[in-house]
């Protein structure tokens, strides 16, 4: 049963907070083959190419007021090869998501991207945050409150001011009960040290809001992305090389994830069953024997 809770736990912990998660300006929209959406179609279409060799970037394309300016942006630990494949399916995703819209962000989960009809680079945008937590609920929530504002505080100073840090920073440290507390934060590379940290501290804010009570949480922003759990869902040692299991990967990887554990979970329950059967067998007959042996 312990076993069985536990496979249960790690389910819940990667299924929580499926993305894409779409916002969509209500400013304006485009007309079907304007030159807007031209030029919209042109530039999403070669953002994957890009991912493939830089996993932040900036475009434009076409010329005003038809001008389309876009931005992505892969966690830092991904492979090139992931954030291209993040990129290829979030330049799908916002068409259908926010369809006719001349301004809209996604969020995958390992990548975000944005577009407008104006220029953003190097401007600060948390409106929109989007907090999520992990549905599993900690059983000492004013310990883990307490990890989370002093770690967290360090760390966006860290990303925000620190020029080796390139926006990014990571920490793991023991927690109680022999969890592991893992942390990351990442702005754009476009904003400035005092706006990436202001970016990072309402993200703070966002989830020591609704998230007190949970094992996990993460903000989805237009400039910065913050995310904790109780388990490793970045690769500490090798961040730069290769993708751990995240709190969800991509969705084909969870499925697998997710089937594997049912599955190993199935099998320890039929082994302790099979276990059990012939157990309770052998006793049934040793009984029988004892019984026929008292009668004669």
Request: aromatic share 10%.
């Amino acid at each position: 049963m312990l076993l069985l809770y536990f496979s249960i736990a790690t389910i819940l912990d990667l299924a929580y907070a499926d993305p894409p998660n779409g916002l969509c300006s209500n400013n304006s929209k485009y007309t079907d083959n304007s030159p807007f959406q031209n030029n919209l179609e042109t530039l999403m279409s070669s953002l994957s190419s890009n991912a493939s060799v830089s996993k932040i970037f900036n475009t434009s394309t076409g010329i005003d007021p038809d001008r389309v300016y876009a931005q992505y942006m892969c966690l830092n630990y991904v492979t090139n090869e992931t954030c291209s494949a993040c990129i290829a399916v979030a330049s799908q995703d916002i068409r259908q998501l926010c369809p006719g819209y001349k301004e809209a962000v996604v969020w995958e989960e390992l990548c975000q991207l944005r577009y407008s009809n104006q220029s953003f680079l190097g401007s600060l945008d948390v409106s929109g945050n989007i907090p999520q937590y992990n549905p599993m609920n900690i059983s000492n929530p004013e310990d883990l409150s307490l990890v989370v504002n002093k770690t967290l505080s360090g760390l966006i100073k860290k990303a925000a001011f620190d020029p080796a840090a390139n926006k990014y920073a990571t920490e793991d440290g023991p927690f109680t009960n022999g969890d592991t507390f893992f942390s990351l934060v990442q702005c754009s590379t476009d904003l400035s040290p005092n706006d990436c940290y202001k970016c990072l501290e309402v993200a703070i804010q966002n989830v020591t809001t609704c998230c007190k009570s949970s094992r996990g949480a993460r903000v989805f922003s237009r400039s910065c992305y913050l995310r904790y759990e109780l388990y490793a869902f970045y690769n500490s040692t090798a961040e730069s090389n290769q993708t751990l299991v995240t709190g969800k990967g991509n969705k084909s990887e969870i499925w697998i994830i997710i089937i594997s554990t049912v599955a190993s979970t199935l099998l320890v329950v039929a082994i302790l069953g099979s276990f059990f059967y012939h157990l309770a067998m052998k006793t049934r007959k040793r009984k029988c024997k004892d019984s026929f042996y008292e009668i004669h």
